[in-house]
């Protein structure tokens, strides 16, 4: 059990992803009580989150990227039909911009735009970030 668990998919396993390393790295106190975890594209969703979900995390960062907005859009929707009590922080380039018209943002709970270093420790230690945009 943890946690925080900051996930990704990747395009591939040799691209591993240097967002998430930068964010735990920079968590301080809290990066104990955080994990990292990694999946590619074309993995089946119910498998991830099935993982995901074993680690019974507080909350969820997820990483996303134009390479797998439309998994962890399915992704985030199954996760919070299976753990609504489960809180869902997004981040990464593709919903840095625009992101008010983008369906996953509907669905998770926060959304950090730009270098996410410090406002997502604000996020874990406080739960609500301060440059954090409340989507629901
Ligand atoms: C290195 C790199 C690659 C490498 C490896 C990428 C990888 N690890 O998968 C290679 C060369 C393989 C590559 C390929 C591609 N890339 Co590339 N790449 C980059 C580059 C130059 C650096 C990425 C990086 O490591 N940055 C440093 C880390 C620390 O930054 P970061 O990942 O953005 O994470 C920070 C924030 O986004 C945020 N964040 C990220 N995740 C999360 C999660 C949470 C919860 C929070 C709060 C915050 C957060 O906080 C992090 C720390 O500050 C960026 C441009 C850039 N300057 O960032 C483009 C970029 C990521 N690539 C891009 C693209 C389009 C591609 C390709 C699709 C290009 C193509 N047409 O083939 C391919 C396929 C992707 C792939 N993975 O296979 C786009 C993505 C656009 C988007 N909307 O997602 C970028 C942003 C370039 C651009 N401006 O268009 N790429």
Redesign the pocket.
């Known amino acids: 059990m943890t946690d925080f668990v900051?996930a990704?998919l990747?395009?591939?396993y040799?691209?591993?992803?240097?967002?998430?390393?930068?964010?735990r790295a920079?968590l301080g106190e809290l990066r104990e009580r955080s994990v990292i975890r990694e999946f590619v594209i074309g993995q089946k969703t119910e498998e991830i989150a099935e993982r995901l979900l074993a680690e019974q995390p507080k909350v969820?960062?997820?990483?996303?990227?134009?390479?797998?907005?439309e998994e962890s859009t399915r992704l985030v929707g199954l996760l919070k039909t299976l753990a609504p009590e489960l809180v869902i922080?997004?981040?990464?380039?593709?919903v840095?911009?625009e992101s008010t018209e983008q369906r996953i943002c509907a669905l998770a709970d926060?959304v950090?735009t730009?270098?996410?270093?410090s406002?997502?420790r604000n996020?874990c230690s406080s739960w609500m970030p301060a440059n954090?945009r409340r989507t629901s």
């Open positions: 900051l990704t990747n395009a591939r040799a691209h591993a992803s240097m967002g998430l390393r930068c964010l920079n969820l960062g997820l990483g996303v990227y134009i390479w797998n907005v922080v997004l981040g990464g380039p593709e840095s911009y926060y950090i730009g270098w996410g270093m406002p997502s996020c954090a």
